[in-house]
Every structure is written in C-alpha cells, then in structure tokens.
C-alpha cells in the first residue's frame, strides 16, 4: 500500500488542499498525518480525507482551549502510529509509556521539563537522533518517519555504524540491518524552500518518495 505522509499544516487549508489531490493522483491509499494540524478547516478535511492522525505539540499545548467537538477528536489520537514496517509521530520515536495527549502539559509540569524534552528536533540535535535511532534498535525497527522539524531529511545507520545524511528525492529502505529517521516536511510552512512539502511510502517496495508541490 502507499501512504502518504504528511505533517506541520499550521493552518494553512490550501496548501492541504493540494497535497491530498496529489497523493491521490499518486495512488496513495491512506493518509497518515502527524500533527501540529493547527486550525479547524484543517481538521475538517483531514477528517473528510479518512487520515489516521497522532498528535503534536501544538495539539497537546492547545487541547484544552479547542472547541468541544474537536477537543473530543483530538483527544483520541496517539502520540505514535506503528503498523507493519511503518513507524512515525510527530517527533521522536522515544516517548514515555502509557503517556496519552491529555496528560502531556501535567507531564512536563510535574518533571520541571521543557517541550523539547518530548519533542526535539532530529534535525538540531545529535543528542536526540542517536536517542532516536537507538529507540529504532532496540525495537528492531528498520525506519521511523517524523514531521516537527519543517524539513524533508533523512538519516540512515548502518550495521558498521556509520551515520549518513540521504539526499532524495527518493531512495529505498534496504533490509541489512541499517535504521532510518525519515523527515516528511511541513504542509504548511516548510524551512527548506517553498512549496507545500510530504512525503509517498510504499511499503511493499519499500520505497520513500519526497514530494513538494510548487506554488500557492
């Protein structure tokens, strides 16, 4: 099956729009939307789309002061989605057990954490993508895909532990032992050129294809 993968739409309805046509005329079957949704007409559609959804940080902050109707379908989405080879959340595959999106700013609070305690950036930080892919290996997860960063990025480790930077816009996940972290980019306010950005997995190939539609 094909997924198209998206994240980071802050709002930004058109842009959306325009992804979900796309993956439809590239055979996608499911989406899969891994948060900061940020805006009701955003939800709207994601829900007219049928996508699976986790949560951000912007839902978690945020989930309180919703409208009741969407504060009840956000409540329910996962900090994590994991499906046969497929893996993804919003920004780290390491999460406290047992955590849910209603408990996430009592967390934070009662363990005197910043949001990027669970919420880094696998871009920024060497610190959280090692935490990351040990995650993967301890699992024995081949890849994990992530939005928060704005950036379609990849990382791939190898059993001889070296860590190299993918350039895309496609490339397989190959079955040695090697483990990587798949940035999809942002919908609605990408950080590494313009156009609204997401990205194909077929996981019967195994093939990641980034996409970026050009324009408003």
Not at 15 to 43: E, F, K, S, Y
């Amino acid at each position: 099956m094909i997924w198209a993968i998206l994240s980071d739409i802050h709002g930004h309805s058109g842009p959306l729009r325009r992804v979900v046509a796309d993956a439809a005329d590239r055979g996608a079957r499911q989406l899969l939307c891994l948060g900061d949704v940020g805006g009701v007409t955003a939800l709207d559609l994601l829900a007219e789309a049928q996508a699976t959804c986790v949560f951000g940080n912007w839902e978690a902050s945020g989930l309180r002061g919703m409208d009741k109707p969407y504060r009840g379908l956000v409540s329910r989405w996962p900090a994590q989605f994991r499906a046969d080879g497929l893996w993804a959340a919003h920004a780290s595959p390491v999460w406290p057990q047992g955590l849910a999106i209603g408990g996430v700013v009592e967390y934070l609070r009662q363990h005197n954490l910043h949001w990027l305690a669970l919420f880094p950036s696998l871009q920024r930080s060497d610190e959280a993508r090692w935490a990351a892919l040990a995650e993967l290996e301890a699992a024995g997860a081949a890849a994990f895909f992530h939005g928060h960063t704005h950036v379609q990025e990849a990382w791939r480790w190898r059993p001889d532990a070296t860590l190299t930077r993918l350039e895309g816009p496609d490339f397989a996940i190959e079955e040695d032992g090697s483990r990587y972290l798949i940035g999809v980019g942002s919908v609605g306010d990408p950080h590494d050129g313009d156009g609204a950005c997401y990205t194909l997995y077929d996981d019967a190939a195994r093939r990641v294809e980034w996409r970026r539609l050009e324009g408003r």
